[in-house]
Each structure stands twice: as C-alpha cells, then as structure tokens.
C-alpha cells in the first residue's frame, strides 16, 4: 500500500479515504441513534466488521477497553455551517457541535469494545447507523484522551440530559 | 455547500476530504513532535487557521476549553499494517497504536484551545507538524469523551512516560 499523494506547500488539496470496514448496528434510521456513546447504552451494541486486507492491523486492539471509531457520516445532509445541535435549543457554529453535516463528515465515537471474533469487533454503547462506513480504528487511552475538568461551553447543562437523534441531519429531510 | 456524494448499499466507495484549515506549529519536522498532546506541554503553542468560507462555523467554539482538531497527517510513510508505536519497543496491529501511518490517514488531537481571534484559534498542548491540513474540528465534552478507568492494553506501562517522535513514520526515512 502507498499512503495518499501529498499536495504541494500551501495548496488546497483533495484526498481520498476510503472505508476500512463497516458498522453492524439496531440503527437504521437517525431517528433514535443515540447522540453520542456516553448517552447509548449497552443495549445499543453491534459489530464493526474490518474488511480481510486489513485484518494484521487488528493485533492487540482487544486490550482496549475502549476505541475510537473514526467513521464516514454516509447519510447526512447538507453542510450548514450554523445549527441547532440535538442538545439544544439555539443556533450554534458547526465547529462547537458534534452534528454530522460537516464539510468532511467524519465521525469520532469512543464505543466500548466487548470482544474481537478475527476481524469482527463486537461493541456496545454504540452510536453509529447500520451500514456507516469506518475510515480508521485507534486505541482509546485514559492517558491521551481523558481531560475531566474541561469547561464545554454551551454543553455544560445541556449534557446531562440523555439525548437520542430525531432525523435533523438526515440527508432524507 | 453540498455533502459528498453518497455510495450505493455495500459498495467501497471513495470519498474526497478538503482541508478547512492549517496547523501553525513549531514543529517542521517529526522529530521532536509531542506524541500527543497529553504528552505536550503550555509551551507547545500554535495556531490554527481556518479558512474564510468557514469561519462562521466557530461561533460558539470559545467557550470550551478544549477542541477536537481532526487532522490528515500529510507527512507520512507508507502504510504499515505492524507498526514499533513511539511509546513501546514490540511490534503491535496499527489500529492498536495511534501511529500516523494509516490506510486513512487520520489523525484526532484534543488541544487546549487558548483563544480565538476570529478564524484563527490559538491553540497549545499541539501534537501537530506545521503545515498540517485541518478536516474538522470538535468540542471537546468531558461528558462525551471522558472514561477514565478504560483498561488500555500495552499502553497501560508505556504511557506513563513522555513521549516525543522520531522520524519512523516520516515520509523521508
């Protein structure tokens, strides 16, 4: 394998990326995904099915009790660079919401992994639509990841609330 | 704004991602790059410069103290499925390490946001080369992104330490 062509200095280059594997989940609607992993439950579990040639990458990945899933936002709509996030109320800059219209639509998700079957991960607290396709997989680390005191702005009240998807962003509305 | 096209059911499609902005960092090159931005510290400053058509998505990204910056890691080797990780001298699954070279490569920093100056962020605890193209940005939510007690593998030793890179997964060597 080769890795992307790189651009020239200062040029607004385009890339590919291609999908690694897919999402097996209950979701096939936005409506009622939950909005992200911490508001999901262990009820909202699937697998992420690693495609074979990529399969030697895997080795070791079960010691994580956690992984980001780096995902392909495949069903949602147009970018709007303002939105009402489902949390909220209010309009909010894209970039201060996790929404998934986003001029590249990738996806972050720390899903608990449950066990590795070869190169089906079986997960939980899962938030990811059936058939999303995933980009990357990368260990979730307490040490890298974890920075409990961070103020989050709008988010400071609103989080405490669970929330579930209603179909907002769904390329379909 | 219109989002990427869609690929039909099952299909492996290839999508294209355009930066929304750069990284201004001091690092140039690998070596001596923060291995994360965990392991960076206040004086590991820089910016973060998003491009004008996009500048109304920050309203609101101000208030939280951290932000995701979704990144292509534009500098990188080929890819390799097992990779020797910064942190650890024993071979491990890429998708177990947070090793730069990748089938997607993708990389998700959570930086200390310091301020913004309207569509430039001035950022610290940076893991970013200069001249790193910029895909999205996140807030980050302790309540989304925080699980302390996580089990995580190899690194469970290794990252107790301070990492900074070599040039292992430099383009270059």
Chains 1, 2 share one sequence.
Not at 48 to 69: C, K, P, S, T
Request: charged share 25%; no cysteine; proline share 10%.
């Amino acid at each position: 394998m080769t890795p992307n062509e790189n651009p020239a200095p200062g040029e607004r280059a385009v890339w590919q990326v291609r999908p690694i594997g897919l999402v097996r989940s209950p979701f096939t609607s936005q409506a009622g995904v939950p909005v992200q992993p911490a508001l999901a439950g262990p009820e909202d579990a699937g697998t992420i099915e690693i495609y074979e040639q990529f399969a030697e990458g895997l080795d070791g990945l079960d010691g994580f009790e956690r992984i980001w899933v780096v995902s392909w936002f495949h069903r949602t709509g147009p970018v709007r660079l303002r939105v009402t996030p489902y949390l909220d109320q209010r309009q909010r800059g894209l970039f201060a919401t996790r929404a998934p219209s986003r001029p590249n639509p990738i996806g972050i998700s720390a899903v608990r992994l449950l066990r590795r079957a070869g190169r089906v991960l079986h997960v939980a607290e899962l938030d990811l639509l059936d058939g999303t396709p995933v980009l990357d997989l990368k260990p979730y680390s307490p040490t890298f990841d974890v920075f409990p005191a961070s103020r989050q702005g709008w988010l400071e009240e609103r989080s405490r609330q669970t929330g579930r998807a209603d179909g907002r962003f769904d390329q379909d509305r």
